[in-house]
C-alpha cells in the first residue's frame, strides 16, 4: 500500500525541500498544497516524478481544502503552510493569526477522512525569551506575545487537544532556523550568502550580539522521513535543529570567509521586537532519531553556496 501524503506549505523551503525527499520514493503519493504568497513553483519536486500533484490553495479557507481532503484520504499530514520571516510577520499581523483557521481546517478534515497522523510545524518561538538553556521541549514559557508565536502555541495546544479528544494522532516539530539550497533571502544565512556572493554590504540588526543554531535542511529530512517511515515520536513535541550556538555577527563573519567576499559588515538600527536574544535547544531527542552526527556549518554554507552558484550559471 502507498501512502497519501499532504504537505501544506509545501513550496517553501521546508515543505519543498520535504517534498523532492519523500516524492524520490516511488511508495509515496504526494499531494502538495500551497497558496503560494511566499512558496515558488521552483521548489517543487521533478516534474519527471510521476507521484507528485500540486494544487494551489489556501488552507485557510476551509471550502479550499476541504474538496481536496475529501477527494484524496490522505493517510498522513504534514501541515507547513504559514505565513513565515520576521519582518512579514510583523508588518502582517492579522494575516498571521488567520493561519489559525488553517489549523482547525487541517484538523476537522483530519479527524473525518481516516488520516493517521498529522504532522505539525511549529517553532523556536514558542520560547520566547529563554528562561532555561537549552531550551527542552517539556518548558515552554509563553512569554512571547508575537503573534507568530501565539499561533504556534495555539496550534499546538489544537494537536494535543485533538488527540486527547479524538484520537487523531500528531507530532510537533518545533523548527528552530533551517537553512539550505532551496531557502529564500528573507531568512539570515541565505540572505548573508546573497549579499556575500555579490560582495555587498552585510546588514546586521543590532550588535549582532543575539545567538542562533542553525540546521542544515537534510539534518531536518533525515530526522522527519525516519518519524514517518519508522512511526516514531507518535504524540510527541521534538525540538529539530542544531545545538551549536553561535552569534549572528559571528555567522556573518564566517560567511565572509567560507565565500572568500568582498563584503563589509554594515548594523542597522535594533528590530522594535521579535529578534530574541538567544536561541539553543536540546535536541537530545533529534539526535536519537537521525542516529549520525549533524551536518557542520561550514559544509552547510558550502552546498548551499555552491548551488547558488550553480543555479545563477544556468
Same mark, same amino acid.
Given at each position: 500500500?502507498?501512502? +497519501?501524503?499532504? #504537505? ?28 503560494l ?38 493517510d ?40 493517521q ?5 511549529? @517553532? @523556536? ?9 537549552? =531550551? ?7 512569554? @512571547?506575545?508575537l ?8 496550534g499546538?495546544?489544537f ?9 487523531? +494522532?500528531?507530532? #510537533?516539530?518545533?523548527f528552530f532556523?533551517?537553512?539550505?539550497p532551496?531557502?529564500s533571502?528573507?531568512?539570515?544565512? @541565505? ?13 546586521i540588526?543590532g550588535?549582532?550580539? =543575539?545567538?542562533r ?33 553561535m552569534s549572528?555577527?559571528?555567522?556573518? =563573519? ?9 563584503? +563589509?559588515?554594515i ?15 536540546d ?5 536519537? #532519531? ?10 552547510? #554554507? ?9 543555479q545563477?550559471e544556468?
Open positions: 500500500m502507498k501512502r +497519501k501524503i499532504l #504537505i501544506t506549505g509545501g513550496a517553501g523551503n521546508v515543505g519543498g525541500s520535504l517534498a523532492r525527499r519523500l516524492a524520490a520514493d516511488p511508495e509515496n503519493e504526494i499531494v502538495i498544497v500551497d497558496n504568497l511566499t512558496g515558488s513553483l521552483d521548489k517543487l519536486p521533478d516534474r519527471g516524478l510521476p507521484n507528485w500533484k500540486f494544487i494551489k490553495a489556501d488552507v485557510n479557507h476551509y471550502h479550499n481544502i476541504g474538496a481536496i481532503m475529501t477527494s484524496y484520504h490522505f498522513y499530514i504534514f501541515h507547513y503552510a504559514a505565513v513565515v520571516g520576521v519582518k512579514r510577520t510583523l508588518e502582517n499581523p492579522k494575516m498571521v493569526l488567520d493561519d489559525i483557521d488553517g489549523i482547525k481546517n487541517i484538523l476537522d478534515l483530519a479527524k473525518n477522512t481516516g488520516v497522523r498529522v504532522f505539525f510545524s511549529s @517553532s @523556536s518561538e514558542v520560547y520566547g525569551e529563554p528562561v532555561e538553556l537549552p =531550551q527542552r521541549e517539556d518548558t515552554t514559557p509563553l512569554n @512571547s506575545r503573534p507568530y508565536a501565539i499561533v504556534k502555541n495555539v499546538e495546544a494537536f494535543k487537544s485533538y488527540y486527547q479528544e479524538y484520537g487523531l +494522532k500528531y507530532t #510537533i516539530f518545533r532556523n533551517t537553512y539550505g532551496l531557502q533571502t528573507d531568512f539570515v544565512i @541565505s540572505r548573508f550568502l546573497d549579499q556575500a556572493l555579490k560582495n555587498e554590504d552585510i546588514t540588526y550588535d549582532g550580539s =543575539q545567538t543554531t542553525f540546521c542544515y535542511i537534510d539534518d531536518n529530512l533525515d530526522t522527519i522521513q525516519k518519524m514517518l517511515y519508522e512511526d516514531l515520536a507518535v504524540n510527541e513535541v521534538l525540538n529539530i535543529g542544531s545545538d551549536v550556538e549572528v555577527l559571528e555567522l556573518a =563573519q564566517k560567511i565572509i570567509e567560507i565565500t572568500d567576499s568582498k563584503s +563589509k559588515i548594523h542597522l538600527p535594533p528590530l522594535k521586537e521579535g529578534d530574541m536574544t538567544r536561541r539553543q535547544p535536541i537530545t531527542r533529534m539526535k536519537q #532519531i537521525l542516529g549520525r552526527p549533524l551536518t557542520s556549518l561550514e559544509e552547510g #554554507i558550502s552546498i548551499s553556496m555552491n548551488y547558488i552558484k550553480d545563477s544556468r
